[in-house]
C-alpha cells in the first residue's frame, strides 16, 4: 500500500534531486508496506538503515548543490539534515532495544518530515538552483 506518492507539487524543479526525492519516497513505502504486513523486526531495521544510508547519499547530494551555488541558507538547511539523521539513529536504537512487532506510528515521522522538508527548505533551495540555471 502506497501511503506516500510523488506528484508534479513536490518537484524542487532540480531533476537529480526530484529522482532522488522520489527514492526516499519508495523506501518509505517499502518501510511501511514491511511494518503493515508483519515483517519481522529484523527485516524493518534492515529497510530502515537501507533508508537511512540513502538518505546520508541524498543529503550529502543537496549539500554539495547549496555549497557550489552558494545557497544563503545552506547552514540551517544543512543543521536540518542533521537533526532528522540523529533523530532516525535514536528511533533505529529504541526499535533494536525494544520487544514485540515494529508499529508503524513508530515511524510515522519519517512520512511527515520528508514531505515538510521538500515542501518548505527544498522548494527554497529548488528555487535558488533554478536561479543559477541548475535544473
Known amino acids: 500500500m502506497t501511503i506516500l506518492e510523488w506528484s508534479d507539487g513536490l518537484s524542487i524543479g ?5 529522482e532522488q526525492h522520489k527514492r526516499l519516497i519508495e523506501y518509505i513505502n517499502l518501510l511501511h508496506d514491511a511494518v503493515q504486513q508483519g515483517e519481522k523486526r ?5 529497510l530502515l538503515e537501507d533508508l ?6 541524498h543529503f550529502s547530494t543537496e ?6 551555488y552558494l545557497y544563503v541558507s545552506r ?10 539523521l540523529f533523530q532516525v539513529r535514536q528511533l ?18 519519517l512520512k511527515e518530515w520528508l ?6 527548505a527544498d522548494k ?11 535544473f
Not at 115 to 120: F, N
Not at 124 to 134: A, D, F, I
Open 14 to 18: 532540480v531533476r537529480e534531486l526530484d
Open 75 to 84: 547552514l540551517a538547511h544543512k543543521e536540518g539534515h542533521e537533526h532528522l
Open 63 to 68: 549539500e554539495k548543490y547549496m555549497y557550489q
Open 115 to 120: 514531505l515538510d522538508h521538500i515542501l518548505h
Open 42 to 46: 529484523q527485516g524493518v531495521e534492515k
Open 92 to 109: 533505529q536504537q529504541d526499535l533494536h532495544k525494544a520487544a514485540g512487532p515494529v508499529q508503524w506510528n513508530d515511524l510515522d515521522f
Open 124 to 134: 527554497l533551495m529548488g528555487e535558488h538552483l533554478n536561479s543559477r540555471q541548475v
Open 52 to 57: 537511512v544510508r540513502y538518505t546520508e547519499f
